[in-house]
């Protein structure tokens, strides 16, 4: 198995690519120990001293390592804690994912803004290891959580007033402002 690696915008996250599907249906994140119960591989990288975060996506694993985690000793370790888990068959996730809420309850704005974060934003985060996730719409305020090397990302408040605000505010009047939670 070859395990790829990438920087991101965030000096504290590394993006690993394992060349085989990760999560097919959504992303996942934790960061505490504690929270990784449902996921053998985040508790196998959680059990390393100086990982503090772990976000799986479609095709990769973004890993946060502590303060005072260097990567020179963090990468190898992180890749062996990977490649052991995919070459043991493991599941990456066990249990039922948690059902969303229906769409269908969504109104026009909420529903288009929903679409535009999905198809432009979406993926274009993915690519630094990270992921935004909607969670409100609220008198012209969209509130989104950020993940992955998103979180704690020194550029990401610049990506979200600077980027996915304007893009929201071109294409939906309604929208007059883009928080992070």
Not at 44 to 52: E, M
Not at 166 to 175: A, D, F, G, K
């Amino acid at each position: 198995m070859f395990i790829q690696t990438e920087q991101t915008p965030n000096p504290a996250t590394l993006k690993f690519l394992p060349g085989v599907a990760v999560m097919p249906a959504g992303t996942a994140n934790f960061t505490t120990k504690e929270a990784t119960a449902r996921s053998p591989l985040a508790e196998r990288l959680f059990g390393l001293p100086q990982v503090s975060g772990v976000f799986l996506g479609g095709d990769f694993i973004t890993i946060t390592k502590t303060d005072d985690g260097d990567w020179f000793q963090v990468k190898p370790a992180v890749l062996a804690a990977i490649m052991e888990h995919f070459t043991t068959g493991q599941p990456v996730i066990t249990g039922a994912a948690d059902a969303e809420a229906s769409e269908a309850e969504d109104d026009e704005i909420v529903s288009a803004i929903k679409e535009l974060l999905e198809t432009r934003v979406r993926p274009a985060v993915a690519q630094d290891g990270g992921d935004i996730i909607f969670e409100d719409f609220t008198d012209g305020i969209v509130y989104l959580h950020m993940q992955g090397s998103c979180s704690g990302c020194p550029s990401s408040t610049a990506t979200l007033k600077a980027g996915i605000e304007n893009m929201l505010r071109h294409y939906i009047p309604e929208v007059l402002e883009v928080r992070a939670v």
